[in-house]
């Protein structure tokens, strides 16, 4: 069966045109587990850029979509649904904040070229202008790790009031991110995208397991700089009889969790797609940091046996303590700049406060230590003088 009438005249103008070109350059991400394929062409001129998108996806899911950007917030999402009619789909443009369900948007150029409902499968061809300035997240061409994401409904769902576009969905049962090479697609005409196959080309998924990692590690090493390390601290300036014992378990717990936590950054890196040539701030200033963690530990060990031997400070004490303070905050500063890099504002704002109150609490009672041993200093030095007095009477 062929396609059908698109909707409307200057639509079905801009098909026929688009029909007549040939076979060009273009993305295809395919998710066998699901069936659901995208073929994406682009042109760009004078910095404006069009998209033409195929989408297909079986219709037992209810409906199937793909947006722009690597999560929910901000992505501009066009949903397709099968419509009343037999043979046809509808194309509902919408977005969201945060992880709410979408709503429809207005003032999108995007057009519903042909659609068909063939063997259970639904297929369409969508051109999509992109503007600039807008506020979703938008695509770059230029760029070789582009993310999108895509969404499929629940099986055996059908969406109510298929024939509206703002017609009720039901939540994704199945969901993703894939990262496309955007100049692979570019043409210097509109060229009509294809799904080909089954496999992907010039576009790669991200695995499922990714954002479970992305949880993992930023827990793990959040935990051990921001709250552990410096609770670590603060446990050895306090006066109580198992200062020192707290303050090494609290070190090698927090110790773990950052070895822990960089392994899984290396994963991360290297499966996750999008930062796996390591030139993010983030991943240098971290894998620093915890590097010198086992430089940190030696020096303390050091510190430690010294200190029983002479019963003062040596010059592994006065390192110790120094690159302990420069770790820890550099470790905050990282935990932030991970937040940021995930686009989570929120979080790192929670954990920017977090940090801030721990480092004061730090120094605070790093002062009154300060003081308490200048007194203990002044009291032996009156001591001594009250000795000497005395042995010359």
């Known amino acids: ?36 394929g995208v073929a994406i062409t682009s042109t760009e001129d ?7 998108v195929q989408l297909s996806a079986p219709i037992s899911y209810g409906w199937a979509a793909l947006g722009t950007g690597d999560k929910m917030d901000k992505s501009l999402m066009f949903i397709l649904y099968p419509s009343r009619h037999e043979d046809d789909v509808v194309l509902s443009v919408r977005s969201t904040g945060g992880h709410d369900t979408p709503d429809p948007v207005s003032g999108i150029n995007a057009t519903l070229l042909s659609s068909t409902v063939e063997a259970g499968i639904m297929t ?44 009720g969905i039901e939540q994704h049962s199945h969901y993703g991110v894939f990262f496309a090479d955007m100049p692979a697609a570019q043409n210097d005409e509109p060229t009509l995208p294809k799904i080909a196959g089954t496999s992907s080309l010039h576009a790669k998924g991200q695995p499922e397991y990714y954002h479970g990692l992305v949880y993992a590690h930023a827990t793990l090493l959040g935990a051990a700089f921001v709250l552990v390390f410096p609770l670590g601290v603060i446990a050895l300036r306090w006066n109580w009889p198992f200062a020192f014992k707290g303050h090494w378990i609290l070190q090698a717990v927090a110790s773990v969790a950052a070895y822990l936590g960089a392994i899984l950054a290396i994963v991360l890196s ?12 983030h991943q240098i200033l971290g894998l620093i940091v915890v590097g010198l963690v086992s430089l940190q530990l030696l020096l303390g060990y050091l510190h430690h046996q010294q200190y029983k031997k002479q019963g003062r400070r040596s010059v592994s004490s006065y390192f110790h303590i120094g690159l302990g303070r420069v770790l820890i905050y550099a470790g905050m500063v990282n ?20 940090a801030a109150v721990l480092a004061a609490a730090m120094e605070f009672m790093a002062f009154r230590h300060r003081r308490r041993i200048r007194g203990l200093d002044v009291v032996a030095s009156k001591s001594s003088s009250d000795i000497a007095l005395n042995s010359r009477s």
């Open 124 to 167: 369409a061809t969508i051109q999509w202008h992109q503007s600039t300035g807008h506020k979703y997240h938008t695509i770059d061409v230029a760029r070789s790790k582009q993310a999108w994401i895509w969404a499929v409904g629940p099986q055996n769902e059908a969406v109510e009031d298929a024939g509206s576009v703002d017609a």
């Open 1 to 36: 069966m062929g396609f059908p009438l698109p909707h409307g005249f200057f639509a079905f103008f801009a098909f026929l045109l688009l029909a007549t070109s040939t076979l060009g350059n273009q993305i295809q991400f395919y998710q066998k587990s699901e069936h659901f």
């Open 46 to 52: 004078a910095g404006n850029a069009d998209f033409l």
């Open 335 to 354: 935990a932030v700049l991970g937040a940021l890099l995930s686009d989570e504002t929120g979080a790192a704002a929670a954990v920017g406060a977090v």
């Open 270 to 281: 290297v499966v996750g797609i999008e930062y796996s040539d390591f030139t993010e701030g």
